[in-house]
């Protein structure tokens, strides 16, 4: 026993010293990330709390794009959901995880976005992870864009089927590429919003091509569901493609209310083989009656205005134009995701530091999160933010710019 504790030191000792020396590198090469830590009197808001930050600052950096986290109705439908049933379920769907709620979310969801039918998981990631193992084998091809999400590529690494990389928004190399595959099932995979880079995918190209190749078009809405389009339906509303989009995952996590929860929406056939197969669904935790209850109301609302995207587009214009015509360089067009390129990494955590200070909270992201030399600070616009905080962030950097030597 003593012998066992001495090995185990000594390697927990060995571990220690190589990632210190990771770490180390990390800090030498100013990328190290540090977690700000909010206030915990404060909720999501247009403006925060931040700790040993005096007063409130205004906040863009968040997901929360239609200002739904702090939703007077989302939040008491979360709290007459949890007064109802409870803190949880203690269980996973199949077992004795399912509510009446549960149902009545995934069909709200199949009502919005115009599907058959719907599998709720405890977060996208989830659905991510469990749909391309459960749908494809051996027999079929997936063809999945470079710069898809993290979870995306997690989830095709888990799959037994051929893999294929498109380049970014390539569709000659995507048709190059469906064009030498006989596979049985073809699914064409892609982010509907590309989220370090605010842009959106080339859905009516990739949909001619699923047509002409007979393939399945895959589309992960996280950073479009509720917001994007006129009505909020996303990049299939916004690109005018509808329903030649076949499966769409989504999260319940950012524009919906900002809790947590992720979907599968489609065909039902799809959600009936998830249903029976896919692992995080069947090996987890059913989504709390909290969030779920929070989340059909985030719905509803959605269902009874589209105001709140109106004023999310209209945000959006304002900064990108504002800051357009201050010399700054935006990566994307009309994504409330407006990426101001600082290209340089310790530039970049600078720049979002010096604006803290200023009142405008932000982050500046670099490598591995983004390509080395291509750091930014991404910043995001809600329907929370008035016109007056769009403009205080955009005069807050540009001092912070010029000081810098930005513009």
Do not use: W
Request: charged content about 20%; aromatic content about 6%; glycine content about 8%.
């Amino acid at each position: 026993m003593k012998t066992t504790r001495l090995l185990c030191s000594s390697a927990v000792a060995h571990l220690r010293t190589v990632l210190d020396g990771e770490l180390g590198a990390i800090r030498e090469a100013g990328t190290y990330k540090s977690e700000r830590v909010i206030s915990i009197t404060t909720p999501m808001a247009p403006k925060i709390g931040v700790h040993n930050q005096p007063g409130k600052v205004l906040n863009f950096c968040s997901n929360n794009y239609l200002g739904l986290s702090s939703h007077p109705e989302v939040i008491q439908a979360g709290r007459d959901a949890l007064l109802r049933y409870g803190n949880g379920l203690s269980s996973s769907r199949f077992i004795c995880g399912t509510l009446t709620i549960h149902k009545e979310l995934e069909d709200a969801i199949s009502r919005f976005h115009g599907t058959e039918d719907t599998i709720v998981y405890i977060s996208c990631f989830d659905a991510n992870a469990g749909i391309f193992e459960t749908l494809l084998t051996p027999d079929d091809a997936v063809f999945s864009d470079q710069l898809n999400h993290a979870s995306i590529i997690d989830g095709i690494r888990l799959a037994k089927c051929q893999k294929h990389r498109y380049l970014h928004a390539d569709m000659k190399d995507l048709e190059e590429k469906l064009s030498r595959s006989n596979a049985r099932v073809k699914m064409i995979v892609t982010d509907g919003v590309f989220s370090m880079d605010g842009t959106i995918a080339p859905l009516p190209a990739i949909c001619e091509l699923a047509e002409k190749y007979n393939a399945i078009v895959f589309v992960d809405e996280c950073h479009a569901t509720g917001f994007l389009g006129a009505t909020g339906k996303g990049t299939p509303e916004l690109t005018k493609v509808g329903s030649k989009v076949n499966i769409i995952n989504s999260t319940l996590g950012k524009a919906i209310g900002g809790g947590c929860g992720g979907y599968t929406t489609g065909p039902k056939q799809v959600v009936d083989i998830l249903r029976q197969r896919s692992r995080p669904y069947l090996f987890s935790n059913t989504m709390p009656p909290a969030l779920v209850g929070s989340a059909i109301k985030a719905f509803e609302l959605l269902s009874q205005s589209s105001e709140l995207p109106a004023i999310v587009d209209r945000n959006t214009k304002l900064f990108r134009s504002k800051m357009t015509e201050a010399g700054f360089t935006l990566s994307g067009t009309e994504h409330p995701i407006a990426p101001v390129m600082i290209y340089d990494a310790a530039k970049a955590t600078a720049m979002a530091d010096a604006l803290l200070a200023k009142g405008i909270y932000v982050i500046g992201f670099s490598y591995p999160v983004v390509p080395k030399g291509l750091a930014r600070i991404r910043v995001q616009l809600s329907a929370a933010h008035s016109e007056e905080d769009v403009l205080e962030c955009v005069d807050g950097f540009v001092a912070v710019g010029r000081e810098m030597g930005v513009i």
